[in-house]
């Protein structure tokens, strides 16, 4: 938090001076205030330090708006976090029933199905959105896809942060321990990933097939929900913005809040990855606004963040699907979004 208060003044600082050409003396009061925040974030390290106050504190990950805060953190900044603020970037893990699920626990895994199927969360986002929200017109997917298809349902959380063929990687490798571990064998692997969760899971396929790994042999569906697979006009139109306020010296500083967000955000404004035509089938679930898919403000604002055009991607090999009134983040619980998954996972 000093840090970033830190960071806030510099910015000011910097639009000050790009703006006023007698900033001696505003300098000088920047300069103050920038030591006074980096004296006052040194006590409270040392104070927290040695007395041992925040030991008597649970992580604030522990609760349900901590968890949101942290993926939040992580989507906008995730890369950032591994060097110095380790501690509040998140590892790639399996969930269940909000607790790490250690790969070794999956051997004693009861009623394991030969079918498992993996979801995966978008950016901003952790497992527990699949679930959150509980109401008569929400359906908790994980739940309802072991129940349905007797299934066994895992969850990934992930720092969605990072770019998005390195989570891919880090996803082919996990699912590859799942494979190892599961304590029958697998014969089906389902991937179904929301927004860029869609493009993890293709890329976790892609690694699997071309670094040769044993999951890629029973990885048999590929579902992507609101997925940008040719890109977000909303990151191409803050990369813009960020480029047009650089070209001019009195809002240039400004400029560096668009240089901060993540990598992964940034890897949004293609969504391109290197697909793998070893996939079995591909499910791509498109949402609008609008009630008819068909009109012209459904086929250009979409769910406001992916068009249809991008989330269907014509130029691959895939099962569509269109919804009209369904926005992005009801993709994760929408029941007319689970009654097409459910079919088409039926097949």
Sequence with gaps: MFDAAAGAVGLVARTHRAISRTGVLSGFVYACVSAGITIGG?????????????????????????????????????DSLTGRYAALATPMRLRADGADLPLAALRQCQDASPHVIVL?????????????????????????????????????????????????????????EVVANWPVPIERLSLVGHSMGGLVARSAVHHAVTDGLPCAGVVGDVVCLGTPHQGSDVERAAEAVGRTIGLFRQSAPLATLFVLRSAGIKDLRHGRIAASERVGRQLFVAATLARDPDSWPGRVFGDLLVTPASATDSTQTADRRTLGGVSHNALLRHPRVYAELRGWLRG
């Design 120 to 176: 995966v969360h978008g950016l901003l986002e952790n497992e527990e959105w699949w679930q959150q929200d509980a109401a008569e017109d929400r359906v908790d997917f994980g739940r309802g896809l072991a129940e349905d298809l007797g299934a066994s349902v895992l969850r990934v959380r992930y720092n969605s942060g990072r770019p998005v063929a390195d989570n891919g990687r880090e996803l082919a490798l996990l699912l590859d």
């Design 42 to 78: 040194a006590v409270a390290d040392l104070t927290l330090t040695t007395t041992g106050i925040g030991r008597h504190y649970r992580p604030f990950q522990s609760t349900v708006a901590g968890r949101r805060i942290g993926a939040a953190l992580n989507g906008a900044v995730g």
